[in-house]
């Protein structure tokens, strides 16, 4: 799949940002209108170490857990996470 241009570049522009937002908080949102790229860029955070678990609810395992017992599931998860609703 080819890399969007714009993505790339938002997330090489604000890697340091990315970096201390994760360091410093519980929780952080991508938030964007759909086909923004914010499940590439998820994906980045991941491939560049900043966040190395991701999750996605696409997973019907994933999505069963979190629906559950969104608490458990929550505080089951390895730190830092990602947690794709895709």
Known sequence: ???????ESCFSWHRDELRDIIS?????AITG???AGK??????????????????????PTRKAALADPDGFALSL?????????
Not at 1 to 7: A, D, I, L, S, T
Not at 24 to 28: D, K
Not at 39 to 60: K, M, W
């Open 33 to 35: 209108p759909r086909q």
């Open 39 to 60: 499940s590439t860029l998820a994906r980045q955070l991941q491939v560049a170490g900043l966040v190395p678990n991701h999750f996605t609810l696409d997973d019907e």
């Open 1 to 7: 799949m080819r890399q969007r241009p714009h993505v």
């Open 78 to 86: 390895p730190r830092p996470a990602v947690i794709d609703e895709v």
């Open 24 to 28: 410093v908080s519980r929780a952080a």
